[in-house]
C-alpha cells in the first residue's frame, strides 16, 4: 500500500499523519508513539547594545531525560539567533531551514538578512502546517454537503481520492476522479503540526530586535520574553527585574536568573544554562554558562563481588546442535 | 454581533500551559466622526490562563489611513492583517492613488469569508479617504457591514448596553476618544481575556495618530475610585 516517493519533495512530510489516526482509530489500546518534547526554558531580553538569548539543556521524552545537554539556540545568521522550545525535531528542522533560506535570500538580494524577515517566513511557515488549509479544502466542503458515509480509504494514498481534515471534522471525497497528483495537493491538505515555539533574537541594520513566535504562526515583536514549559517561572523573574537599557553583565545576569528559575522550578527544564549575546559586532555563543543543580556524586559503591550469593546446585545441559549449511564470503581486503 | 468563541484544539504542545491556540481574547472599538475614525483595543494576548503578552499593539495598519483591529486567534488575525496590507498595496499601486476604507473592508471580508471554516478571526476595518470620510466597517464571519461605530472581541458583550447607551451622532474626535477609552477600560474591568493598556489610533485627513493609555491613566470607575470606602479598605489591607 505504502508506495515509494520517487520524486522526493523539500520540506516537511506529513503523510504519516493520517496512516497513524487511522491506526489509533481502528486499533484499540494503540498508542502511536509522539515526537519528543524539549520541555524547555528559552528566554530573551533586549539590553542596551543588542539582544541576549538564553536557554536551558534537557530535552525530555515523557519523563525521562533524552539529553541533558542539548542545543536549544540555533544558528539563523550570523546576527541572528534563534531559541527553539516544543517538539524537538520540528524546532531543530524549523530553524536550519530558515538558516538555508536566509543564506539564500541573502545571496540573492545581496543584503545582510534581517530579523524580520527571519520572523516573517517562520510565521507563514508555521501558520501554512497549522491550521488553513488554502483554497482546496472548500470544494471537498462542497461534495460533502451530500451527507454522505464517512468513508475510509486505507493506509496508503490513492491517486484518484483523498481525505482532508478540517478543524476536527473529516471531510471526504470518496472514489472522484480528483484530476490532479496527491503530492501536488498535500502540504496544504493536512492538518499537519508543527509544534515549535521559537525566539527570535538579533541585531540587523535597525537596530536590536527580539520577536516570540508561537506554533500556529502568532508572533509578538518584545523587550523581554520567555517561552517553553517553564516560561512562567522565567517570565516572573523577568518582569521583577527587567529594566530597559541594561548593560551587558546587569542583561546577562538577569537571563541567567531567568533561565536558572524555569530549570529549578519546572520539571522539564534543567541541566545547563546556555546563553548568547549578539551585538552589532557580531554574535557569541556560551555552552553551559552556569549549571544550577548540579549531579551529586554517588555515596556508596553499589555492585556486589563475585560470590556474594551462594550458589546450591549447577546443571550444565548440552545442546545436540547440526551443522546445516556453511557460507564463506571473502572481504576484499587489498 | 457575539465575539467569536474560543476554538479548542488538542494540547499538543504541552509546553504552553493552557489548552491550544494562542488568542487574542480582546476588546477591540472603533467610532465614526465627521472627518475621520477613532479606533481603540486593549493589548492582551492569551494562550489558556496565561497570557502571554500583555503590550500586544491589536491596531494593524493596512495602509496609510487605513488601520485593522485585530480579534479573535492570534495567528488567524496576523495571517489575514498580512494577506490584506499585501493586497491592498499592490491594489494602490495599480490605482495609483490610495485604495478606499470600502476597498481595504472588501479585501478582509474576501479572505474572511472564503476560509471562514477554517479561520477564527475578525477583523474590523476603519479608516478615512477623501470620498467618504472616516468609515468603520465590520467584517465577522465574512459579511461586511458599516457601522457608525463597532465594537468587538470577547470583550465586547460585556459593554454593549455601555455603548448602545452613550452613543451620539455627531461628536468631535475628543468625545470619541473619550468614549472608545471609557468602553474599553469598562470592558477590560470585566472580561477576563481583555486587559493591558488601551491603544488608540486617530485618523484624519491630515494622517495617523496613535496613543497609548497606560494603567495609571485608565479612567476609573465606581469600584476603582479613591472616593470608594472598600476599594480603600482593600489598599489598607494590601500593605
Request: charged share 20%; hydrophobic share 40%.
Amino acid at each position: 500500500m505504502l508506495q515509494a516517493d520517487w520524486n522526493p519533495q523539500g520540506g516537511f512530510s506529513f503523510k504519516n499523519c493520517q496512516r497513524n489516526a487511522f491506526l489509533e482509530s481502528s486499533l484499540k489500546g494503540l498508542r502511536v508513539p509522539h515526537a519528543r518534547k524539549t520541555g524547555t526554558t528559552i528566554a530573551g531580553l533586549v539590553f542596551q547594545d543588542g539582544v541576549i538569548l538564553g536557554a536551558d539543556t534537557r530535552a525530555t521524552n515523557d519523563s525521562v531525560v533524552a539529553d541533558k545537554n542539548c542545543e536549544k539556540i540555533h544558528f539563523i545568521a550570523p546576527n541572528i539567533y534563534c531559541c527553539g522550545a516544543g517538539v524537538a525535531a520540528d524546532a531543530e528542522m524549523t530553524t536550519q531551514m530558515m538558516a538555508s533560506n536566509m543564506e539564500l535570500h541573502a545571496l540573492s538580494t545581496g543584503r545582510k538578512p534581517r530579523v524580520v524577515t527571519v520572523t516573517r517566513m517562520l510565521r507563514q511557515m508555521l501558520f501554512r502546517y497549522c491550521g488553513t488549509c488554502v483554497g482546496e479544502l472548500k470544494q471537498f466542503w462542497k461534495i460533502w454537503e451530500g451527507g454522505r458515509e464517512r468513508e475510509c480509504l486505507g493506509w496508503g494514498w490513492k491517486i484518484n481520492g483523498w481525505e482532508a481534515r478540517a478543524r476536527g471534522k473529516w471531510a471526504g471525497w470518496g472514489n472522484r476522479e480528483v484530476g490532479r497528483r496527491n503530492d501536488e495537493i498535500s502540504p496544504h491538505s493536512y492538518q499537519g503540526h508543527i509544534g515549535a515555539s521559537l525566539i527570535v533574537g538579533g541585531v540587523d541594520i535597525t537596530g536590536p530586535l527580539l520577536y516570540s513566535v508561537h506554533p500556529h504562526g502568532s508572533y509578538s515583536r518584545l523587550l523581554f520574553t520567555a517561552l517553553g514549559s517553564g516560561q512562567e517561572a522565567a517570565i516572573s523573574v523577568l518582569e521583577d527585574r527587567f529594566k530597559p537599557n541594561m548593560t551587558l553583565e546587569e542583561g546577562q545576569q538577569l537571563i541567567v536568573e531567568a533561565v536558572t528559575a524555569g530549570i529549578l522550578d519546572d520539571l522539564g527544564s534543567g541541566s545547563n544554562v546556555d546563553m548568547c549575546v549578539i551585538t552589532q559586532a557580531g554574535a557569541k555563543i556560551q555552552r553551559a554558562v552556569s549549571t544550577p543543580a548540579v549531579i551529586s556524586k554517588r555515596q556508596g559503591k553499589y555492585r556486589y563481588p563475585k560470590g556474594t550469593t551462594a550458589v546450591m546446585k549447577e546443571t550444565v545441559t548440552p545442546l545436540a546442535l547440526e551443522m546445516i549449511e556453511e557460507t564463506v564470503q571473502t572481504m576484499e581486503v587489498e | 454581533m457575539h465575539g467569536i468563541g474560543r476554538m479548542q484544539e488538542s494540547s499538543y504542545f504541552g509546553d504552553l500551559p493552557g489548552v491550544g491556540e494562542i488568542h487574542t481574547g480582546t476588546t477591540i472599538m472603533a467610532v465614526e466622526f465627521d472627518g475621520g475614525v477613532v479606533v481603540g483595543s486593549d493589548s492582551r494576548v492569551s494562550a489558556g490562563a496565561a497570557v502571554v503578552n500583555r503590550v500586544f499593539n491589536k491596531l494593524a495598519p493596512l495602509h496609510q489611513q487605513i488601520y485593522c483591529a485585530l480579534s479573535g486567534s492570534a495567528a488567524d488575525a496576523q495571517a489575514i492583517a498580512d494577506m490584506a496590507t499585501y493586497q491592498l498595496e499592490l491594489h494602490g499601486m495599480e490605482l495609483e492613488k490610495q485604495p478606499l476604507v470600502l476597498s481595504a473592508a472588501n479585501v478582509v471580508k474576501n479572505i474572511t469569508y472564503k476560509y471562514r471554516e477554517e479561520l477564527s478571526a475578525h477583523l474590523m476595518v476603519a479608516g478615512w479617504d477623501p470620498y467618504q470620510g472616516g468609515q468603520v466597517y465590520g467584517t465577522l464571519e465574512g459579511m461586511l457591514i458599516r457601522q457608525p461605530f463597532a465594537v468587538g472581541g470577547s470583550g465586547s458583550a460585556y459593554i454593549y448596553g455601555y455603548v448602545d447607551a452613550s452613543y451620539k451622532p455627531g461628536m468631535s474626535p475628543e468625545e470619541c476618544r473619550q468614549f472608545t477609552t471609557n468602553a474599553i477600560a469598562l470592558a477590560m474591568g470585566r472580561d477576563g481575556s481583555s486587559g493591558g493598556v488601551i491603544y488608540l489610533v486617530t485618523i484624519t485627513a491630515a494622517g495617523t495618530k496613535q496613543e497609548i493609555i497606560l494603567g495609571k491613566e485608565l479612567p476609573q470607575f465606581y469600584d476603582e475610585k479613591s472616593e470608594c470606602k472598600e476599594y480603600n479598605s482593600l489598599c489598607e489591607t494590601a500593605k
